[in-house]
């Protein structure tokens, strides 16, 4: 895993149409574009090779046609998390990412780093207490 401080605040595709978005989130209809950015294509498959840090059974449907992407799985490479379905979004409508996670992404040569199971098991518990405290108000000690 990377650093000991965990990066809880950073998230990708948050959009705010999607039901695992943020309502404060981009809009996803605004982000869309008509052609790729470079590196487009090796960065989809980042984003599809990251490790499952959870898999659920609920289908995820594409939020501008409707048309069913597949179960939702949250994805990560130990330092920037993302849903699934943001993979098809990329691919699809275009859409620019932070780059700062393109740049850490082109810094590991477009290849997420494997995790252990060990590794997974200490990112869900932080991630869990991280959660659970932004719940509870107390983001003390939590914050970059």
Known sequence: MGSD????????GEFQELAHGRPDGPA?????RDHAAPDEEKLVQYLRSGSALAVTGSPVHDALSNELIGALELHTDGEWFWYSDLAHYV???HVP??????????AHHWTPPKLSPEDLIQIGDTLDAVLDAE????THGLTS
Do not use: C, I, K, Q
């Open 97 to 106: 990412l932070d780059e700062t996670f393109v740049d850490h992404a082109r």
């Open 5 to 12: 401080s965990f990066p809880y605040n950073r998230f990708l």
């Open 135 to 138: 719940d509870a108000g107390d």
């Open 91 to 93: 691919e699809r409508y």
């Open 28 to 32: 996803l209809r605004d982000s869309v």
